[in-house]
């Protein structure tokens, strides 16, 4: 099952607005990490999170994580129409199994960014 | 620095046949990680190896696939007597030994796109 549920599922927004997508996960986990994923391509990484960070910003991306609430918001600033793409959040849990982590994907938020 | 390396890019297969793809990381990454796509959905975890162990198979179907990464050569997953569900994108990622707990960022390929008749 997904560990990461991003919400809204498709967002559409004009250029220059704010834009916030929501993720909420299940487990305890080391870190949180936001990536895009352009049509057609692969993913990109856009920030990493640790569980015991609140806020972290990187250009006209800023990242919360509250683990009590077992959340975390991307907000993309100033957006551009070149910021259309899909963006998922990916959660590495806390427990480890066979001496190694993996990243569990959400279902994505669908981002398109009008002119 | 080359980036995560994945082929074919597409690959059509007829059901019953064999679908090999392969990666090859980054330089300098170790650890290896497979998941699958399917369209309009996220990334669905299959495995994680690191240079000639198999780390977590969790999500792998426990029948037709596979997964390898020798100590030379790139890492294959194969899928045996493909079936046209194996439809999907195929994503491959490398990271590099973590100084810290947990898995970090992680470098993705473009995709394999399998196509099943």
């Known amino acids: 099952s997904q560990q990461g549920e991003e919400d809204p599922q498709a967002l559409s927004i004009q250029e220059g607005e704010n834009a916030t997508m929501n993720c909420s996960y299940k487990?305890?986990?080391?870190?949180l990490q936001w990536y895009r994923q352009n049509s057609g391509r692969g993913l990109v990484h856009l920030i990493l999170?640790?569980?015991?960070?609140r806020e972290k910003h990187s250009g006209r991306l800023r990242v919360t994580l509250d683990t009590s609430k077992k959340s975390s918001s991307l907000l993309i600033t100033a957006s551009r129409a070149a910021d259309t793409a899909s963006y998922f959040c990916?959660?590495?849990?806390?427990?480890?199994?066979?001496?190694?982590?993996?990243?569990?994907f959400g279902t994505g938020t669908q981002l398109k960014v009008e002119l | 620095n080359a980036g995560v390396m994945q082929n074919p890019r597409h690959l059509v297969r007829r059901r019953g046949q064999e679908a090999r793809l392969r990666c090859s990381p980054m330089?300098?990454?170790?650890?290896v990680y497979w998941y699958r796509q399917l369209p309009e959905e996220g990334l669905k975890f299959m495995v994680y190896?690191?240079?000639?162990?198999?780390?977590?198979e969790s999500g792998m179907p426990k029948e037709r696939f596979s997964a390898e990464f020798p100590k030379e050569g790139p890492s294959i997953l194969r899928i045996q007597q493909v079936v046209r569900g194996d439809s999907a994108a195929y994503f491959c990622?490398?990271?590099?030994?973590?100084?810290?707990?947990?898995?970090?960022?992680?470098?993705f390929g473009e995709g394999s796109r399998l196509t099943v008749l």
């Open positions: 330089k300098g990454h170790s650890h």
């Open positions: 999170i640790r569980s015991n960070e």
């Open positions: 190896l690191q240079k000639e162990n198999i780390i977590d």
């Open positions: 990622a490398s990271s590099p030994p973590s100084p810290y707990r947990g898995t970090g960022e992680l470098f």
């Open positions: 990916a959660t590495d849990a806390w427990e480890v199994t066979g001496g190694g982590n993996k990243l569990t």
């Open positions: 487990t305890s986990i080391n870190n």
